[in-house]
């Protein structure tokens, strides 16, 4: 069904279509049938999905006016709702501290052993990991609000910092089973902008960024997007990545040095993505060489394999493969040119 289609549909609140997909508005966070009676959002604030799960998936609750989750199921989807609220709660009010899954099992007088599978039959994901999923989102919000990256994680519900790197180190480069290398049947999107830096493009999916370049010329710009994503559908797009894009910009002109924490969908082989996690470890203004990187991994000698994985890094910038050096104390091999490379590391020092 096309997203026309069911933008007609909400419209017209057409209850025949109930049952055949939902709709989430990300301004309130709720998840609607196309028959519900509340206000219309903007459709540009709409989000369109097949089922319920993935809509929950997504971090939507079911709306209280034309309840979604009675549709079908209705017991499990209670059950699930009844989870998601005690886990927003616990992220809106118990700073520090990181609610458990028998915590939750006791509030909603179940076995953990059942929400846990509950979750995983409907969600496709565990409880544990949709509350990391709601916390991360907490974190990233917090953030956009102004606050400093200590009292976002702590409101958030991580007790250290350390821990907020260590969630992005795991989920970074782990690659949507529907993204193949060369970007087949994936659509990727790209918006095009100034910075200090030049021009800069950064593109994404529905999963989050996959590329951010920078250059002089858009149209090698975008020549260079579709070499790299030869068989994704490429587009221009306002929406999400816009939002995306701006939290990068005010990144760029701001005194904050610690990368913004945005969704990424990167390719990479093993090795790779292992290198890139390497390099998500480098703080701001901090340098590491080729070598210190490998002699990381275990193995001393991959120097020159792992230059070829930060050549490769598509989303520079958030991933910090400006950070590297050559054992000889000097720049090497940096995609977007020495000169781009030095200037990051000048503005890094300069915090």
């Known amino acids: 069904m096309i997203k026309d289609t069911k933008l007609r549909a909400v419209l017209n609140r057409d209850k025949s279509y109930d049952g055949s997909f939902i709709y989430g508005v990300i301004t309130t966070g709720v998840c609607c049938k196309p028959s519900c009676i509340s206000r219309h959002a903007r459709p540009e604030n709409m989000r369109f999905f097949d089922t319920l799960e993935a809509a929950l998936k997504q971090g939507f609750r079911p709306c209280r006016k ?14 699930i709702t009844a989870a998601i609220g005690e886990m927003e709660k616990a992220v809106q009010e118990n700073e520090g501290q990181k609610l458990t899954l028998k915590e939750i099992a006791v509030k909603l007088s179940c076995s953990s052993d059942h929400l846990s599978r509950t979750f995983r039959k409907h969600l496709k994901i565990g409880p544990m990991d949709y509350f990391e999923l709601l916390r991360n989102k907490s974190f990233k919000s917090r953030l956009k ?46 918006v095009i902008v100034d910075c200090f830096l030049g021009r800069m493009l950064a593109a994404g999916t529905h999963q989050g960024i996959c590329a951010i370049y920078f250059g002089d010329e858009d149209q090698a710009l975008i020549d260079e997007l579709r ?5 994704a559908d490429i587009g221009q797009e306002i929406g999400e990545l816009e939002e995306w894009v701006s939290v990068i910009l005010k990144f760029l002109e701001s005194d904050r040095r610690e990368a913004p924490n945005l969704p990424l969908d990167m390719y990479g ?29 275990g193995n001393s000698k991959a120097s020159r394999a792992v230059g070829r994985a930060c050549a490769t890094n598509p989303v520079s910038l958030i991933v910090p493969c400006h950070r590297v050096i050559g054992t000889d104390g000097k720049l090497h091999g940096y995609r977007w040119g020495l000169p781009r490379k030095e200037a990051l590391q000048q503005w890094e020092r300069a915090s």
Do not use: N
């Open 145 to 190: 609000e102004g606050e400093d990256i200590a009292s976002a994680a702590y409101g958030s519900g991580y007790g250290s910092l350390s821990r907020v790197y260590e969630r992005a180190s795991d989920a970074m480069g782990m690659s949507p089973a529907s993204y193949a290398k060369g970007g087949k049947g994936a659509e990727i999107a790209y």
């Open 269 to 297: 082989t093993a090795f790779q993505r292992r290198v890139w996690q390497e390099l998500l470890k480098i703080a701001p203004g901090q340098i590491r060489t080729y070598q210190d990187i490998a002699a990381d991994m």
């Open 227 to 231: 070499e790299e994503f030869p068989k």
């Open 66 to 79: 034309c309840q979604p989750d009675q549709m079908e199921g209705a017991e499990h989807f209670q059950l």
